[in-house]
């Protein structure tokens, strides 16, 4: 079965440290994964997908095969970073397949 | 590009009565799935369609509930009778063809069945 967990509901951490939302799925096969954020009244938009390997915002993910897992990590968080944030996977042709999300972890970046 | 449109943002039903619920997707795209996100959980999938196709309904409830997307206009998500269980949000999403590019999300309708 597919499915994504983030355990955590909740994250706050301070302003400048570093920041890891975790992500671990479950799936048969290659999987794209994906991070989307949400920023308050602001609609889901794309963060990273690990087949782009890139940074976006001072956040990466990695994805581990091993651990089937996809953390976002940054370095120095900031407050503008608080949002919602969604881990999701989808199959090997993101646009024709659907997206299986995960709970979300809201993060908090406290002042 | 104005990106993919959802209206209307918020609609408030009876229950017992239709909800409809409108997706423009973005310019050049051809597909468009529906997602509904209940209080306190992610988004789930529910229907992917192309244009006078459906494509993959396996999310869709198997009452009341339906989706098109016709070769003009938007794609409507329709609910029938509706119940207390269907408030909720939904998303619509869209991709271009050819699957190698991602989703871009709709603002979303907020539905609320009193």
């Known amino acids: ?7 955590e509901k909740l994250l706050s951490v301070f302003k400048g440290a570093p920041v890891e939302l975790k992500c671990n799925y479950s799936y048969s096969g290659s999987p794209e994964l994906f991070w989307y954020v949400q920023y308050s009244r602001q609609r889901l938009q794309l963060l990273l997908r690990h087949i782009s390997r890139e940074s976006i915002k001072g956040f990466t993910a990695d994805l581990n095969k091993g651990e089937t897992s996809f953390h976002l990590k940054k370095p120095f968080a900031q407050e503008e970073d ?5 881990c999701a996977l989808s199959g090997p042709h993101s646009g024709n397949t659907p997206l299986v999300f995960g709970k979300g972890t809201r993060l908090s970046v406290i002042a | 590009n104005a990106g993919v449109m959802q209206n209307p943002r918020h609609l ?11 997706c423009s997707p973005m310019k050049g795209h051809s597909h468009v799935y529906w997602y509904r996100q209940l209080p306190e959980e992610g988004l789930k999938f529910m229907v992917y369609l ?5 494509i993959d309904e396996s999310g869709m ?6 989706a098109e997307f016709p070769k003009e206009g938007p794609s409507i998500l329709r609910i029938q009778q509706v119940v207390r269980g269907d408030s909720a949000a939904y998303f619509c999403a869209s ?3 050819g699957g190698r590019d991602t989703q871009y999300f709709g603002p ?6 009193l």
């Open chain 1, 1 to 7: 079965a597919q499915r994504v967990t983030q355990p």
């Open chain 1, 82 to 86: 608080s949002a919602m944030y969604y």
């Open chain 2, 12 to 22: 408030v039903r009876r229950r017992g009565q239709e909800a409809r619920l409108r």
């Open chain 2, 50 to 54: 192309q244009k006078e196709n459906i």
């Open chain 2, 61 to 66: 409830p198997k009452e009341r509930f339906s």
């Open chain 2, 95 to 97: 991709s271009p063809p």
């Open chain 2, 108 to 113: 979303g309708t907020r539905l609320t069945v």
